[in-house]
T-cell receptor
Framework: SAVISQKPSRDICQRGTSLTIQCQVD?????MFWYRQQPGQSLTLIATANQGSEATYESGFVIDKFPISRPNLTFSTLTVSNMSPEDSSIYLC????????????FGPGTRLTVL | EDKVVQSPLSLVVHEGDTVTLNCSYE??????LLWYKQEKKAPTFLFML??SGIEKKSGRLSSILDKKELFSILNITATQTGDSAVYLC????????????WGLGTSLAVNP
């Protein structure tokens, strides 16, 4: 299975600041995705990270708020910009396994608290 | 609109019990159904099912898909406290750029 690392594992941030989350995957991964999971809820897809081009955002998520980069096959970043308490959530990156289409493996997640 | 519905939403059992978790789906161009276990933050992959009637098994966990009735079940036998987690079900739409459609999950608590 794919190996995915993510950092930071948690952070507490002030309102109005920005946080960048990093995700590193091994070469087993093709597609990369960013999710948000708010307390007591299921996973919500933010965007698909595309290598070398702009991410594909889901309805309700915009690039100005959640800029995403994927400069190469194995690395991506998600920035949560101009944060408010409503952004407090777990942020997860995932990668689709090259050998098993549809199977996504997840990084350990980032627990973000915005004060 | 594609959707995945899990039941029950929560479940409390005693160690040693057997549990069955349900996942029904309405997905156009359905391709696969996946089960994950989420304990703290990150979901851990359990199974991917694409064919009806073929049971997938891993230790005390097993799962099967019924593409005619549009549902899957996840069975856990001889439950242990370490099985306490949220179990998530997700489905894929072949025409949807590999995005997963997620259920809300079943929260399982196994008491000693």
């Amino acid at each position: 299975s794919a190996v995915i690392s993510q950092k930071p594992s948690r952070d507490i941030c002030q309102r109005g600041t920005s946080l960048t989350i990093q995700c590193q995957v091994d070469s087993q991964v093709t597609m990369m995705f960013w999710y948000r999971q708010q307390p007591g809820q299921s996973l919500t897809l933010i965007a698909t990270a595309n290598q070398g081009s702009e991410a594909t955002y889901e309805s309700g998520f915009v690039i100005d708020k959640f800029p995403i980069s994927r400069p190469n096959l194995t690395f991506s970043t998600l920035t949560v910009s101009n944060m408010s308490p409503e952004d407090s959530s777990i942020y997860l990156c995932s990668g689709e396994d090259r050998l098993s289409t549809d199977t996504q493996y997840f990084g350990p997640g980032t627990r973000l608290t915005v004060l | 609109e594609d959707k995945v519905v899990q039941s029950p939403l929560s479940l409390v059992v005693h160690e040693g019990d057997t549990v069955t978790l349900n996942c029904s789906y309405e997905v156009t161009n359905f391709r696969s159904l996946l089960w994950y276990k989420q304990e703290k933050k990150a979901p851990t992959f359990l199974f991917m099912l694409t064919s009806s009637g073929i049971e997938k098994k891993s230790g005390r966990l097993s799962s099967i898909l019924d593409k005619k009735e549009l549902f899957s079940i996840l069975n856990i036998t001889a439950t242990q406290t370490g099985d306490s987690a949220v179990y998530l079900c997700a489905a894929t739409n072949a025409g949807n750029n590999r995005k997963l459609i997620w259920g809300l999950g079943t929260s399982l608590a196994v008491n000693p």
